[in-house]
Nanobody, 125 residues
């Protein structure tokens, strides 16, 4: 089991920045890839970003590319999502997830076996 806990969400004006954290406990965090997903009211959960277990191969949804940066610190058992130039359309509950490492894109929620409870991000116009 891997337990995940997100933090860092909040209310920010458009153009602002937030940094989300995903703290892990339980099984060896460094063995797992980490993904970030988000879900807005009335919408399906969507892929945002992913990073391999060793910090390689970061990938992003087109909607956040160039604005968001994923990273991780395995010594601290923590993954991060730096979000810049935020837009009202980024408003959602953000979830981090852990899954099997792979060279495949792995953008589906079903690719991840462990999830945090989510943190709310609200971007005002």
């Amino acid at each position: 089991q891997v337990q995940l806990l997100e933090s860092g969400g909040g209310l920010v004006q458009a153009g602002g920045s937030l940094r989300l954290s995903c703290g892990a406990s339980g099984r060896t965090f460094s063995n797992y890839a980490v993904g970030w997903f988000r879900q807005a009211p009335g919408k399906e959960r969507e892929f945002v970003s992913r990073i391999a277990s060793n910090g390689a191969r970061p990938s992003y949804a087109d909607s956040v590319k160039g604005r968001f940066t994923i990273s991780r610190d395995n010594a601290e058992n923590t993954a991060y999502l730096q979000m810049n130039s935020l837009k009202p359309g980024d408003t959602a509950v953000y979830f981090c997830a852990a899954g099997v490492d792979s060279f495949l894109p792995r953008t589906r929620a079903s690719d991840y076996g462990y999830w945090g409870q989510g943190t709310q991000v609200t971007v005002s116009s």
